[in-house]
């Protein structure tokens, strides 16, 4: 993956403004306490791992690529459900 975590694992998630992105499979997780992978990444930054900080230019990030990024995550959701 892309680098070691404080624990020695292997770095599995990227800030981003409103949630975190999985380098896993490059979903984007939203900062909801509901949704499953969140809680998931709160645990294993409770293991004393760390994600990759925000890029700065992120953080100027318009609002139709925030738009893209949930609605690609949506439909990974949907596929998933419907098999």
Wanted: net charge positive; glycine share 8%; charged share 30%.
């Amino acid at each position: 993956m892309v680098s070691m975590g404080s624990k020695g694992g292997t770095l599995m998630y990227k800030i981003t403004i409103d949630g975190v992105l999985s380098l896993f499979d490059m979903a984007f997780i939203p900062n909801d306490s509901k949704n499953k992978d969140w809680r998931k990444y709160q645990k294993w930054l409770e293991s004393g791992n760390l994600a990759l900080p925000i890029e700065k230019e992120v953080l100027f990030e318009d609002p139709i690529s925030k738009l893209e990024k949930r609605i690609y995550s949506l439909e990974k959701i949907i596929k998933e459900k419907n098999g």
